[in-house]
């Protein structure tokens, strides 16, 4: 078995006595060295999963290990970008990365944390609050970046930056993780900007994994299928499918050869994530190797 960055088993969060959990019966593992999705609709628990992951609250059920730790244990190896990106509004850009670097003795890396600041042609000189959202979110990942973690937490990094900061960002980000061996775990809603950088797929609803595991295996579970709407889909698990006039699309997990009268295709990642935002009831799929029911 490869090494886990991430695992969890019966992994519960709750605020309050109140309400739902936020996460609930979570079991699912991440391995070294994957660039892992995390996605799901509002409130899903993505933000709550990547914060008790970088350590800044305990469940309360079940356990999350962090590369074979507890998240408080290994903070120093891990980079941890939150939504709201908090920095020092006074710094400079300069001095944020100077206290970078001084909270992260004999791990800091100037070249890449000065480099991603660079690309974005930010003024070493400039009051991080005079900057824009994009423009700190850039900083916030250089100081993630420079501190050469061994696992990237980043809860929707790029939601801010226009598309063309977003597209060189996470070509950065991808070379400079995969060049290290860096795990990444990242949540966006933004699926296309996924498609082609990840490898493991945790998708979360209402607080519960409803698919996890390697992505091209997660891919391959699934056919796109289109035929006549009378047809029947027996014995298929249909994950979700929309009748037009006649016709029947449908996203499926076969359970053996399709009836010739199907047409299919793989599905791409936003195909399959957009099916199962709109069928949140649809079975659970747990391609990795945990036992642990989630469902
Ligand atoms: N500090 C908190 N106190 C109380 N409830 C919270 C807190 N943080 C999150 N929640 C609740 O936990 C649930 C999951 O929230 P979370 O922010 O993890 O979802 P999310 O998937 O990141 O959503 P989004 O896509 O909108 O960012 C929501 O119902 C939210 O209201």
Request: proline share 4%.
């Given at each position: 078995?490869?090494?886990?960055?991430?695992?969890?088993?019966?992994?519960?969060?709750?605020?309050?006595?109140?309400?739902?959990?936020?996460?609930?019966?979570?079991?699912?593992?991440?391995?070294a060295g994957a660039v892992c999705a995390v996605v799901g609709p509002n409130g899903a628990g993505k933000s709550t999963l990547l914060s008790l992951a970088a350590g800044l609250a305990r469940p309360t059920a079940g356990t999350l290990t962090v590369l074979g730790r507890s998240p408080a244990e290994v903070r120093a190896r891990v980079g941890y970008v939150a939504q709201d990106k908090p920095l020092h509004l006074q710094l400079t850009v300069a001095?944020?990365?100077?206290?970078?670097?001084?909270?992260?003795?004999?791990?800091?890396?100037?070249?890449?944390?000065?480099?991603?600041?660079?690309?974005g042609e930010l003024d070493p000189e400039a009051k991080i609050r005079t900057l824009s959202g994009g423009q700190r979110t850039r900083v916030a990942l250089a100081l993630a970046l420079g501190k050469r973690p061994e696992l990237l937490l980043l809860d929707e990094p790029m939601a801010d930056l226009d598309p063309?900061?977003?597209?060189?960002?996470?070509?950065?980000?991808?070379?400079?993780?995969?060049?290290?061996?860096?795990?990444?775990?990242m949540s966006s809603h933004v699926v296309a900007e996924l498609e082609g950088s990840c490898d493991?797929?945790?998708?979360?609803?209402?607080?519960?994994?409803?698919?996890?595991?390697?992505?091209?295996?997660?891919?391959?579970?699934?056919?796109?299928?289109?035929?006549?709407a009378d047809a029947s889909l027996e014995?298929?698990?249909?994950?979700?499918?929309?009748?037009?006039g006649r016709s029947l699309t449908a996203l499926v997990r076969p359970e053996g050869p399709l009836?010739?009268?199907?047409?299919?295709?793989?599905?791409?990642?936003?195909?399959?994530?957009?099916?199962?935002?709109g069928a949140p009831q649809a079975p659970a799929l747990l391609l990795d190797d945990v036992r642990e029911a989630a469902v």
């Open positions: 078995m490869t090494e886990t960055a991430i695992e969890a088993a019966g992994l519960g969060m709750r605020f309050g006595r109140r309400g739902k959990p936020a996460l609930d019966g979570c079991a699912f593992r991440i391995p001095e944020t990365l100077r206290w970078g670097r001084e909270l992260n003795p004999g791990r800091w890396d100037d070249e890449v944390a000065e480099r991603i600041v660079a690309e063309l900061a977003r597209h060189q960002l996470m070509a950065s980000l991808m070379a400079d993780a995969a060049g290290h061996g860096t795990t990444v775990v493991h797929l945790l998708l979360l609803g209402a607080g519960r994994v409803r698919l996890a595991g390697p992505l091209d295996d997660v891919l391959a579970a699934h056919r796109l299928v289109t035929g006549r014995p298929h698990t249909v994950v979700e499918s929309r009748t037009t009836d010739a009268g199907w047409q299919d295709t793989a599905p791409t990642l936003e195909e399959l994530v957009l099916a199962h935002l």
